[in-house]
């Protein structure tokens, strides 16, 4: 497991935006060789994604051979409604870059047969030849996707009811009324995510520093589904300075300095393949 810090929100959003660009700009994606996504909704990643926005209209980013499969959506709220999670990706994110509407996943939460639908997602991933980044942020009590504490650390995804604290965190978004709230919600699994060949979580602000706390210093738990990723053999958590206000001071040292480290490595290798270039 990796922890990347940072001063700020806009730094980590900067940092993670960089990350995805440079997974896909040297996986080289093509016709016959798509790169897979796995993308979150939220507050959290809303200034990765305009960063992600900005490198495709640069022109150094393309999605048109990207597919991506987002986390969750609400039952019962229409796909139109502004507050779906169908409307928050193409308004934030999917309009604005040259990804195919077809490549672009995202489970429907007014489907017949919700159950059904669980498990056509769980095929389309695997159809798809699995995730190769999986993305996500999560609540203060440590959930990842909607898998609320308690949830199975193997799950799949599945109809979750939503718990509380979740309900109140999100009434911001529905003019701060809880009876509008969607009280369940269709969401991958804690185990779609770890099948993914690589994770990465975005932690920012003061009141998700008890959750980095319990996801980086203690132990596995399913009351804190985000620990989970501690067993994952390519984890990479980005956070701000606020959210490590738990953290033992230690710990914040011995991250900062493997980045440090890293940094110089990835110097070294962009000098030395500059002069590789002079040389031809």
Same mark, same amino acid.
């Given at each position: 497991?990796?922890?990347? @810090?940072?001063?700020?929100?806009?730094?980590?959003? /900067?940092?993670?935006?960089?990350?995805v660009?440079?997974?896909?700009?040297?996986?080289?994606?093509?016709?016959?060789?798509?790169?897979?996504?796995?993308?979150?909704?939220?507050?959290?990643? !809303?200034?990765?994604?305009? *960063?992600? @926005?900005?490198? &495709?209209?640069?022109? =150094?980013?393309?999605f048109?051979?990207?597919? %991506?499969?987002?986390?969750?959506?609400?039952?019962?709220?229409?796909?139109?409604?502004? !507050?779906?999670? /169908?409307? #928050?990706?193409w308004?934030?994110?999917?309009?604005?870059?040259? @990804?195919?509407?077809?490549?672009?996943?995202?489970?429907?939460?007014?489907?017949?047969?919700?159950?059904?639908?669980?498990?056509?997602?769980?095929?389309?991933? *695997?159809?798809?030849?699995?995730?190769?980044?999986?993305? =996500?942020?999560?609540?203060?009590?440590?959930? @990842?996707?909607?898998?609320e504490? =308690?949830?199975?650390?193997?799950?799949r995804?599945?109809? *979750?009811?939503?718990?509380?604290?979740?309900?109140?965190?999100?009434?911001?978004? #529905?003019?701060?009324?809880?009876?509008?709230?969607?009280?369940?919600?269709?969401?991958?699994?804690?185990? %779609?995510?770890?099948?993914?060949? $690589?994770?990465?979580?975005?932690? %920012? =602000?003061? /009141?998700?520093?008890?959750?980095?706390?319990?996801?980086?210093?203690?132990?596995v738990?399913?009351?804190?589904?985000?620990?989970?990723?501690?067993? &994952?053999?390519?984890?990479? #958590?980005?956070?701000?300075?606020?959210?490590?206000?738990?953290?033992?001071?230690?710990?914040?040292?011995y991250?900062?300095?493997?980045?440090?480290?890293?940094?110089?490595?990835?110097?070294?290798? /962009? $000098?030395?393949?500059?002069?590789?270039?002079?040389?031809?």
């Open positions: 497991m990796r922890l990347v @810090i940072l001063d700020d929100y806009d730094e980590a959003s /900067h940092w993670a935006a960089k990350y660009r440079n997974r896909i700009l040297e996986f080289n994606p093509g016709p016959d060789k798509y790169f897979t996504l796995g993308l979150p909704t939220g507050g959290t990643p !809303e200034g990765m994604y305009r *960063k992600l @926005i900005e490198f &495709h209209k640069e022109g =150094g980013l393309s048109q051979y990207v597919k %991506t499969f987002n986390m969750d959506e609400y039952v019962g709220l229409p796909r139109d409604h502004p !507050e779906s999670y /169908h409307s #928050f990706m308004n934030k994110f999917f309009k604005h870059i040259d @990804i195919l509407p077809e490549n672009a996943h995202i489970l429907d939460g007014n489907a017949e047969d919700l159950d059904k639908e669980c498990e056509r997602y769980e095929e389309e991933i *695997k159809q798809a030849g699995g995730v190769e980044l999986f993305i =996500g942020g999560i609540g203060p009590d440590g959930h @990842i996707a909607f898998n504490p =308690g949830s199975s650390l193997v799950s995804t599945r109809i *979750k009811s939503l718990a509380h604290d979740t309900i109140i965190a999100n009434a911001r978004f #529905f003019d701060g009324d809880i009876s509008k709230v969607p009280t369940s919600a269709l969401t991958v699994g804690v185990g %779609t995510v770890m099948d993914a060949r $690589e994770v990465m979580i975005i932690i %920012t =602000g003061a /009141h998700k520093a008890f959750a980095l706390y319990k996801a980086v210093e203690e132990g738990s399913h009351m804190w589904t985000v620990s989970a990723f501690q067993q &994952h053999p390519k984890a990479i #958590f980005i956070c701000d300075e606020d959210a490590t206000l738990e953290l033992r001071v230690k710990t914040v040292k991250f900062k300095g493997l980045m440090e480290v890293h940094d110089k490595l990835v110097q070294s290798s /962009h $000098e030395q393949s500059a002069k590789r270039q002079k040389l031809k």
